[in-house]
């Protein structure tokens, strides 16, 4: 048998030229949009910028190489940066195609026509901020500046945030807490008295087992985790991956447990059972750190291998022998939490499983199994204190979910529908860099909401299609044309990293810093901007650590000496954050608020005949829907294709590339065709498909109607019982070969 290297297993997918980009830094493919006038990059004489990329929120620092032109060349990574290690990946270093691609939103916009029309005249930035300016006293003096919401994602969020709380309103939300973190998080806080933030504190390179549980490693290009992981196989990882699909990971790990889908707390629950009624976890981590084991022991007791067997679809000697391989790498093992972790709505207690026997295999602070994360910690410049809101998220979402810890999405857009009737409404959008009509399940819900406002603005680079259901739309420089705030994240060694412009903003877009900042002027927010541009502040704060801003452009990263240790020293007392001040396994905290205090099983629908569990993931070379319209990527991947087993494909005449439409349990039926793809690396009761294609924003002149899209057929959501997030793996779909559509388009 071929020894599985590295190196094959950062060639995943088809992302050719793209895929080498992860072991080389020099630019070795070329995108259209460049191939007229190429040439290969003199480093020597080209000039460099420091960056950090937004193509993901990974968020990894690089340089952006220019000619002596000017003209952007290639985008590598930063060879001091803990998040990149110097490499980027596909996307990263594609991300110079965000700032050529032609489609971009280019003059700021205010709407003529209906929402959804993309009728727009554009006008100039003081006529688009003062109209901005003026909804927002409106809506701030008849309801009060609380019934604002901020919906966003990525850097220049924190602009946006910081204007909201000038303003008075904390009223802020981002689909990637309620889709992604949010109920993984809450898991960990409840266990540890710790969440684990971005990157998440793994560590895969010391480890001797790692586990993935639905986690599509390879396909999802997390830089530092694909890169820790081709280190793993290099150096004897043992790999176990649970997941209804073949995936890439599932191709290079020693187990491949393909479980039925809304079974996965039963396995966890299971491997609960054989660690300790075979006693097989740390006893004297157990004892020393941790509350509530002879209740979780009794808890267990009756959640065998043999049961779970019959609830997952996997045999019992195979969940055995996962449990055993993670039993023998412990205290160097651990089962990773993912990161898009909102499935069936027991979703903080599935990410509590997960913690928990972490802490049973004693991995929680040892060497190869979660480090203690330090991040540097910034001052705030100077300004005002902020208003006190006279109401919060909190107070629409607490009764029901007791364990948010920031805005849901979700229930922000619930306070913006007509029929809301509670003291609480929200009357205005700031949608900032995130697509909410293609990543909130149950768009029509959402367009209610927008039907119901007085104002949306939308602030992007692209025109995605929530700009068309925007009043103003305002547009964003790249990342590439800016400064935003430091990069400052929790990782092994404390680090900063500076983005800056490496070019000038093309055409007429602006800075996100800037666009905040202006409209905060024009409402009479001047106190909380006692700067001029964005570098004051950057250089203050890099002073007050002993840097400045003029050292940053030079080196890009710049780290600081670690102040905690790594790990627990053997037999050292240690105090977590928690009531009792132990890892709980029993955990008090959800006790209080009403809550299961340990995990418990519980079944979730299953799909009725002649349909299957719509399951949606990644691919490498893409970011979502984000980037599948630049140019350097979409020559990558242009579209997807939809999973379906042998078994399915025969029974429905299918073949390879077959255009098929899928319609869902709710009679939702897809916009465009996708082309199929026949494969045994998907289970007979679901079907796979990458999310982020089929746009029907027509503006996307490379991406509009290619492939499938997920987010049309997401109509039913099962919200986390704690914390509120959106489960969205219990829609079903059904095949149809015929095009449903074909009546409407002859007539039109």
Request: include cysteine; charged fraction near 25%; glycine fraction near 8%.
């Amino acid at each position: 048998m071929k020894k599985i290297t590295r190196r094959d297993f950062i060639k995943i997918s088809a992302a050719g030229g793209a895929a080498l980009a992860m072991t080389d830094p020099i630019l070795n493919w070329v995108p259209s949009f460049l191939k007229q006038d190429y040439t290969p990059l003199s480093e020597d004489k080209a000039e460099r910028t420091p960056t950090v990329c937004e193509v993901c929120f990974w968020k990894c620092a690089g340089w952006v190489y220019k000619d002596k032109n000017g003209k952007i060349q290639k985008i590598i990574g930063n060879e001091n940066d803990p998040h990149s290690m110097g490499r980027l990946c596909p996307r990263g270093t594609g991300g110079v195609g965000m700032f050529y691609d032609k489609d971009r939103l280019k003059n700021p916009m205010i709407r003529v026509g209906k929402p959804g029309s993309q009728k727009f005249k554009e006008v100039s930035w003081d006529e688009a901020l003062d109209y901005v300016a003026k909804k927002v006293k409106e809506i701030g003096e008849k309801y009060g500046y609380e019934s604002m919401a901020l919906l966003d994602h990525g850097t220049t969020a924190h602009h946006f945030e910081h204007l909201f709380r000038s303003m008075g309103s904390e009223n802020t939300a981002e689909p990637a807490i309620a889709q992604c973190l949010g109920a993984r998080e809450a898991g960990f806080i409840h266990t540890y008295g710790s969440g684990l933030g971005s990157p998440e504190p793994v560590d895969i390179r010391n480890a001797k087992c790692v586990v993935f549980i639905g986690s599509h490693v390879g396909e999802n290009m997390h830089n530092g985790v694909v890169q820790d992981v081709s280190y793993g196989i290099d150096h004897g990882l043992t790999i176990i991956t649970v997941d209804p699909r073949f995936s890439t990971v599932a191709s290079k790990s020693k187990y491949w447990l393909p479980i039925k889908p809304a079974t996965d707390m039963a396995l966890l629950l299971a491997w609960m059972h054989i660690l300790i009624y075979e006693e097989l976890y740390d006893k004297e981590y157990v004892e020393k750190y941790t509350y509530g084991f002879e209740q979780l022991k009794a808890h267990v007791r009756n959640y065998t291998p043999e049961w779970a067997a019959a609830k997952t679809d996997l045999p019992d000697d195979l969940i055995k022998k996962a449990a055993y391989e993670m039993a023998a790498a412990s205290p160097a093992v651990a089962i990773h939490p993912g990161r898009h972790v909102a499935w069936y709505g027991d979703d903080t207690q599935r990410e509590r499983a997960i913690a928990i026997l972490n802490a049973l295999l004693g991995a929680w602070g040892r060497k190869g199994g979660f480090y203690f994360p330090e991040k540097k910690v910034l001052p705030k410049y100077p300004i005002p204190h902020y208003p006190e809101p006279k109401w919060t998220w909190k107070d629409i979402t607490h009764d029901k979910y007791k364990g948010a810890f920031t805005g849901v999405t979700n229930l922000l857009i619930d306070a913006s529908l007509p029929e809301n009737k509670s003291p609480y409404k929200i009357k205005g959008w700031f949608v900032v860099a995130t697509n909410l009509i293609q990543s909130i399940p149950n768009k029509e819900k959402t367009l209610r909401a927008i039907q119901n406002l007085d104002l949306i603005v939308v602030v992007d680079t692209m025109p995605m299609e929530i700009t068309g259901y925007a009043d103003v739309i305002l547009p964003e420089s790249t990342y590439l044309e800016r400064y935003d705030y430091l990069r400052s994240s929790r990782h092994k060694v404390p680090n900063v990293a500076l983005r800056m412009p490496a070019v000038e903003p093309q055409y007429n877009t602006k800075p996100g810093w800037w666009i905040a900042r202006e409209i905060g002027i024009r409402l009479g927010l001047k106190d909380y901007y006692p700067w001029e541009t964005l570098e004051e502040v950057l250089d203050w704060q890099l002073k007050q650590v002993g840097s400045s801003l003029e050292e940053l452009k030079k080196i890009g990263v710049k780290t600081f000496p670690k102040e905690e240790a790594l790990y627990l020293a053997p037999g050292e007392d240690y105090e977590f954050n928690t009531n009792t001040g132990k890892i709980e396994l029993y955990s008090t905290s959800l006790a209080e608020m009403g809550y299961d205090p340990m995990p418990k099983y519980k079944e979730h629908p299953q799909p009725q005949a002649g349909y299957y569990r719509l399951i949606y993931g990644r691919v490498p070379m893409h970011t979502f829907g984000r980037t599948t319209n630049n140019p350097n990527l979409n020559d990558l991947r242009d579209e997807n294709h939809l999973w379906v087993n042998p078994k399915v494909a025969k029974i429905l005449g299918l073949e390879n590339d077959q255009e098929v439409w899928l319609k869902n349990q709710d009679g939702v039926v897809s916009t465009f065709p996708v082309k199929v793809r026949i494969t045994e690396r998907i289970r007979h009761d679901s079907v796979y498909l990458p999310h982020g294609f089929g746009h029907t924003a027509s503006k996307l002149s490379r991406s509009y109607g290619k492939g499938g899209a997920d987010w049309e057929l997401t109509t039913k959501v099962a919200l986390d019982d704690v914390t509120g997030g959106t489960g969205m793996r219990g829609n079903f779909v059904t095949i149809l070969t015929e095009n449903p559509h074909k009546n409407q388009e002859a007539e039109s």
